[in-house]
């Protein structure tokens, strides 16, 4: 263990997958992404709070009992908390890591929030919303190109 100011209580897994540098406060619902998607239901996951880290000060860190995630998944957590770290463990060591950005596009995952979208009319016509500032967290709707904070798009629910 070391001494001073960064002291990690966090024991290392064999295998699996740790997903890193969540924003405090963001564990909860990224766990609650997870738990949505049915192949996920059976896994042992293990939940951190409030870890010390030198890049957000403090963390929230998920660990999960699995080879790997869907990239469906990636993409979900991909809306809620783009720049969290996924990375898988092999033999206790970190074997890839992937830094989570915001998706270019996403399709019929959330509801347009314009009433005169065509969108909100045709139920056949899939959403679709495209990246416009990944810093702003803003996209664009192909309809009716009306730009919307990420924020501010509830998910469709299927
Ligand atoms: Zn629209």
Known sequence: MKTGG???????IEKGIVIDHIPTGHG???LE?????????EVVVTLGLNYRSTKLGKKDLI?????????RIVQ?????????TIKK???YEVDERLT???PQVVKNRLQCRNPNCITNHER??????????EQKQTFKCIYCERVFHLGELRPLIS
Do not use: A
């Open 33 to 41: 992404i997870i738990r949505s998607h049915p192949e996920m239901k």
């Open 124 to 133: 056949h016509i899939e959403t679709c919303f495209r990246l416009v500032d």
């Open 89 to 91: 463990i092999t033999d």
């Open 100 to 102: 989570v950005r915001s």
């Open 6 to 12: 960064h002291i990690l209580h966090i024991p290392k």
């Open 28 to 30: 909860i619902h990224i």
């Open 76 to 84: 979900h957590i991909s809306l809620i908390c783009p720049g969290v």
């Open 63 to 71: 660990k999960l009992e699995v080879q790997e995630l869907t990239p």
